[in-house]
C-alpha cells in the first residue's frame, strides 16, 4: 500500500516529497512560485537540518572533555561491599593496583611507597559527593594530612548526561589538593566492590584493607580514620 500527503491539491507518495516540491518548482521556470510549496520546503529543510545535529551530537565520543589514558587494574578484585558485615568480609584482604590518568592525562599509579592509604571513590552527579569533597578539604586545610598518608579521589561512573559534568572542574572548583585519578570505564570502582558513594576504602602500606565505608562521613569522623590509619601503618 502506498501512503500518500496531499499539498495544494497534489497527492505525494510520503517520503517523495523533496523530490515533487523540486519538479514542481522546476517546471514553473520564472512564474511566481505558490506559497505554500515554498513554506513546505523550507519546514523539510529544517527537520532534516535538526536531524543531522542530532545525529553529530548522539555520536559524541562519551570520553570528550575527559582527561586521556589507559586504566589498568593488577590483581584479584575485592568483594563487593557488604555493609554492616564489611569488616568480617575485607579486612586483611590484599588490594589490586591500579593505575590511571589525573586531571592532566599523566598516568598515575597506585604503589607501595611506604605509606598508607586513604581511596575516595566519587561521581560527580552524586549530592553527597559533593558535600564530601570540600568537607575533606576543609579538612586537610586545617589539619593537613597526616604523615604516611596518600590521599586519592578516585572519579568513577563518569556520566556526561548528568549534572556537575566534567568531574575534575569540579574537582577544580573545590580547590582539592590531593591526587586524582580518573576511572573511565570503571575498572577501578568494580575491582573495589564498590557499591554507593561516596565510596572509601582505606588501606595500610602493604595495601592490605584496613577499613571500607559508604555514605556521607561527618568530617571529624574521616579525620579519626586518618589519623588511626597513619598510627596503625607506622
Not at 500518500?4 to 497534489?10: L, R, S, V
Not at 561527618?218 to 597513619?230: E, F, T, W
Request: a negative charge.
Amino acid at each position: 500500500l502506498s501512503i500518500y500527503n496531499t499539498i495544494d491539491g497534489y497527492r505525494i507518495p510520503e517520503g517523495n516529497r523533496v523530490l515533487f516540491l523540486y519538479s514542481i518548482m522546476t517546471m514553473q521556470g520564472d512564474k511566481t512560485l505558490n506559497k505554500n510549496f515554498l513554506i513546505a520546503a523550507g519546514v523539510l529543510l529544517v527537520i532534516g537540518f535538526a536531524v543531522a545535529v542530532g545525529v553529530t551530537l548522539s555520536t559524541e565520543p562519551l570520553t570528550a572533555g575527559l582527561p586521556e589514558g589507559e586504566t589498568t587494574v593488577t590483581g584479584d578484585p575485592l568483594p563487593t561491599y557488604a555493609g554492616e558485615n564489611d569488616d568480617n568480609v575485607a579486612i586483611g584482604l590484599s588490594a589490586p593496583t591500579f593505575s590511571g590518568p589525573n586531571e592532566n592525562s599523566e598516568i598515575i599509579a597506585l604503589e607501595k611507597n611506604g605509606n598508607a592509604k586513604a581511596i575516595l571513590f566519587l561521581a560527580h552527579w552524586c549530592n553527597y559527593c559533593q558535600a564530601e569533597v570540600p568537607s575533606v578539604q576543609e579538612w586537610i586545610d586545617t589539619i593537613g594530612v597526616p604523615e604516611g598518608i596518600d590521599i586519592i579521589a578516585v572519579a568513577t561512573s563518569i556520566d556526561r548526561s548528568r549534572g556537575n559534568y566534567p568531574p575534575h572542574d569540579w574537582l577544580e572548583r573545590e580547590g582539592w589538593s590531593e591526587t586524582q585519578i580518573y576511572d573511565l570505564d570503571k575498572k577501578i570502582g568494580d575491582a573495589y566492590g564498590l557499591t554507593s558513594f561516596p565510596y572509601w576504602v582505606f588501606l595500610d602500606n602493604e595495601l592490605n584493607v584496613k577499613a571500607r565505608r559508604t555514605g556521607s562521613l561527618p568530617q571529624d569522623a574521616v579525620g579519626q580514620l586518618l589519623v588511626q590509619l597513619a598510627l596503625e601503618s607506622r
